[in-house]
């Protein structure tokens, strides 16, 4: 997935005015589950916000020259091949209310370009990735965690067509990595960490709307309440729009 941020009339004027303590919301779940599609069907809902979408995958670590040429033997798919500094140096530049310049990631020369992205500040951060759920730093600040669910054999074959035809790999060459690191990594990382979720959404037809509903629709009750705070700090808020 690729960092990017929507934007809108709407979104630019919400963006200059946006708040000190934005909501993070991490979206977890296996390789190819479909978690940028979910993180896309929320930002979409979240119109009138300030939005900024991350990818972990942007804070792959570059391989070393002895990496690349055993390529075969690097796991991609463990806690150590993110630069997980880097992604909390971004995440707290952000909950502070900074811009931070966020590294592209390219899958075919398994490196960052020389290029960054530049991320502003926002309402909203939505942080999706295969391990943010398992980081327990990372997880702790956020607002609201999720886990998007999707049964393995599905993911498998949406895994073999995207890295063929998007990420420049062969069909052998995926099934190899997948059954030698991507799928025991699964096993012992990521699956673990749906028992952090608040919300686990199933996800193999990859249109589970009332739960994308039942996201936006907590995260603008927050973002509600947080500026009824702002205006009157002693204020108990009680939600009465939010309908099931
Ligand atoms: N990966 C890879 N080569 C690299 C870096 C990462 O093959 N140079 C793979 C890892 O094996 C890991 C996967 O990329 O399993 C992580 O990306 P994934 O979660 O599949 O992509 P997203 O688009 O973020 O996920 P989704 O399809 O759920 O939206």
Redesign the pocket.
Known sequence: ?AWWALDSPARRSARRSHRSEPFLIGVA??????????CDLIIQRLQEQSVVML???SF?KS?TEADLANLGEYN??VPE?FDSQLLMECLAALKAGHHFDVPV?N?TT?SRSSETLRVMPADVIVL???LVLHMGEVRQLMNMKVY?DTDDDVRLA??IQ??VTV?G?DVGGVIE?YTK??KP?FDQYVAPSRKFADVVIPWARGDNIVAIDLITEHIRMKLQQHDLRRIYPNLEVIPTNFQV
Do not use: C, M, N, P
């Open positions: 997935a779940g296996g390789t190819a589950s479909g978690k940028t599609t979910v990818a972990q995958d792959y391989l991609f798919d091949a990631y899958f398994h999706e990735g295969i998007v949406r895994r995207r890295d990420r790999r990595q690191f991507v990594a």
